[in-house]
């Protein structure tokens, strides 16, 4: 049962454009969700993370929306750059038994191209 | 650099062998973790250390064992290696889950 859904397993951007990775989830007891950024032969880096209180987080170049109605949050990278081509990991967290449980989704990678 | 450090960074194991994969962090953090990454699976969660002296089952454990030596330490045991084990092993840490993990660069493990 994949709680964190990451449907697309790749996407090409041109540099200098919006990159938008998209991530669903099915748990409605998840009250936080991370983005985590890889680099081949790295381990995963963490980006950008959001409250379920909130619906938008900005960090730079990085934004996060979350749509809990739709149950689905996207990371908009603008504008995007050579250097963000990784892979890129949805995670989600929910309370259970006394520990914040992280689900993470099977990743998205980005290339972006000069 | 203040981190997470695991050992060793590639290794290879007979069906049968045993071997212990080693982390340790510098950050003072609570909280280990050891995951598994396998292609088309994204990250699974094999054990995990909510604090030093504590440690629980996360969700593929079956194989592994695991040791909260310290606060700065957590190894990862596979007492007799399986074909399915072979994978990318990473340990990280976090003061807490939604501060976001520091994991380490990695273990890539075959077993043959």
């Known amino acids: 049962d994949q709680q964190v859904k990451q449907n697309s397993p790749s996407l090409s951007v041109q540099e200098g454009r919006i990159s938008i990775l998209n991530c669903d989830y099915t748990?409605?007891?998840?009250?936080?969700f991370l983005w985590y950024k890889k680099y081949p032969a790295e381990g995963p880096t963490f980006l950008i993370s959001?409250?379920?209180?909130?619906d938008k987080n900005e960090d730079g170049r990085f934004t996060v929306f979350l749509n809990k109605s739709a149950k689905h949050l996207s990371l908009h990278i603008v504008p995007s750059q050579p250097g963000d081509s990784a892979v890129y990991f949805c995670?989600?967290?929910?309370?259970?038994?006394?520990?914040?449980?992280?689900?993470f989704g099977t990743g998205t990678k980005l290339q972006v191209i000069p | 650099n203040a981190g997470v450090t695991q050992t060793p960074k590639f290794q290879v194991l007979k069906t049968g062998q045993s071997m212990t994969l080693q982390c340790a962090q510098d950050?003072?953090?609570?909280?280990m973790y050891w995951y598994r990454q396998d292609p088309g699976m994204g990250l699974r969660l094999i054990y995990y250390?909510?604090?030093?002296?504590?440690?629980d089952k996360g969700e593929v454990p079956n194989g592994y064992n695991v040791s909260r030596l310290n606060k700065r330490e957590f190894s990862l045991r596979l007492e007799s290696a399986a074909p399915s084990q072979t994978s990318v092993y990473f340990c990280?840490?976090?003061?807490?889950?939604?501060?976001?993990?520091?994991f380490g660069s990695g273990t890539r493990l075959t077993v043959v």
């Open positions: 990280a840490s976090t003061l807490a889950a939604n501060y976001g993990y520091t």
């Open positions: 748990n409605s007891m998840f009250d936080y």
């Open positions: 959001i409250s379920s209180i909130k």
């Open positions: 995670a989600a967290s929910a309370s259970s038994g006394g520990y914040q449980k992280v689900t």
């Open positions: 950050m003072n953090h609570n909280s």
């Open positions: 250390s909510a604090s030093e002296g504590t440690t």
